[in-house]
């Protein structure tokens, strides 16, 4: 092992690249689901500027069109779908993308619980075979690639077998973003199997799992601890020989607790930038916080029309 990676310092740029990939597929339809704040709004109209969507805005109509004229901002091209709650538009957008009006639904100014209760209902959602899970895309100047992160928004508590489509979800978007065998790493609080900490035992199982084709696409070792994922100097000083310590691509978290206080430490105190996609639903679903900005939401669209086209593709070769 070297110490080269640890000592790389550079500038954002994983979502520029990200955003120019997006920018030459076909606009992708987008339902928006209750864009009445500005960042919501604004990185909706972004998005649409830089060709990565069609949004189709849904929510209190009048309340859309006065905060778009007092941001300046065109919606007029927009189609633009009355509903006067946030439940009602959630329900609303999620009809939209089982019908193949749109094929990416989008969060604006609500609670997630209220969005992803219309995603996960059982007749009506947007549920398939595969957990639903989400996946953070972080750009991080200390580190020397893009890094993912999972699942720090959806599955509270997940079982192995959850994080057996966790880490599957990942890979396949990872696939996606140009990564042909993405480096998993299943984190925990060490590096060695413990009978007395669980995320040891599952990450344990995880990688025989993935040693039998049951996970398939990547390369998965665990458990690891965060630092001797991510840096080749902690793994050389623990003696740890792997093929992902170091150089991780995908970190798996044990839980949404631990996941969140990671993802949420990257952002506001390494200089991180993030984007957010939940996978394993009918379609790509852009699941971002109220407090992120125009960027992050832009970013996110596009990882979601890359999974979109990747996805009509991938159905297109399957009819032929």
């Known amino acids: 092992m070297t110490q080269t990676d640890d000592t790389v310092r550079r500038t954002h740029h994983v979502f520029s690249r990200i955003i120019a990939q997006a920018e030459v597929t076909p606009a992708i339809p987008t339902a928006v689901v209750y864009p ?88 009506t959602g947007l549920r398939t075979a595969r957990r639903i899970s989400h996946v953070f895309i972080f750009d991080v100047p200390a580190y020397p690639r893009m890094l993912m992160i999972t699942d720090a928004a959806v599955n509270i508590a997940p079982t192995l077998m959850d994080k057996a489509d966790i880490v599957q ?87 949404i607790e631990s996941g969140n206080m990671l993802a949420k430490q990257l952002e506001y105190l390494a200089n991180a930038e993030a984007a957010g996609i939940v996978l394993g639903a009918r ?15 832009l970013a996110s669209c596009a990882v979601a029309a890359m999974v979109a086209e990747a996805a009509a593709k991938a159905l297109i070769a399957v009819v032929e």
């Open 283 to 297: 379609v790509p679903i852009v699941l971002t916080s109220r407090a992120d900005g125009a960027k992050a939401r």
């Open 36 to 123: 009445i704040s500005e960042v919501a709004l604004r990185g909706t109209c972004e998005a649409a500027a830089a060709k990565v969507i069609v949004p189709i805005l849904i929510g209190p109509a009048a309340r859309i069109t006065a905060l778009a004229a007092s941001l300046g901002l065109d919606i007029s091209g927009f189609e633009l779908v009355a509903a006067a709650s946030d439940q009602a538009a959630a329900e609303t957008a999620v009809e939209m993308c089982r019908s193949g009006k749109a094929r990416i639904l989008m969060k604006g100014d609500l609670h997630s619980d209220i969005f992803m209760k219309a995603v996960t209902q059982d007749v």
């Open 169 to 255: 979800n990942a890979i396949d978007l990872a696939h996606v973003l140009g990564l042909a065998k993405p480096r998993v790493a299943i984190l925990s609080a060490v590096e060695t199997v413990n009978p007395k900490i669980l995320s040891t035992i599952d990450a344990a199982a995880l990688c025989k799992m993935a040693d039998r084709g049951q996970i398939t696409g990547g390369v998965v070792d665990g458990p690891l601890a965060f630092d001797n994922a991510v840096s080749f100097r902690a793994a050389e000083i623990k003696h740890i020989d792997s093929p992902v310590a170091g150089r991780a691509d995908i970190l798996v978290v044990p839980d």
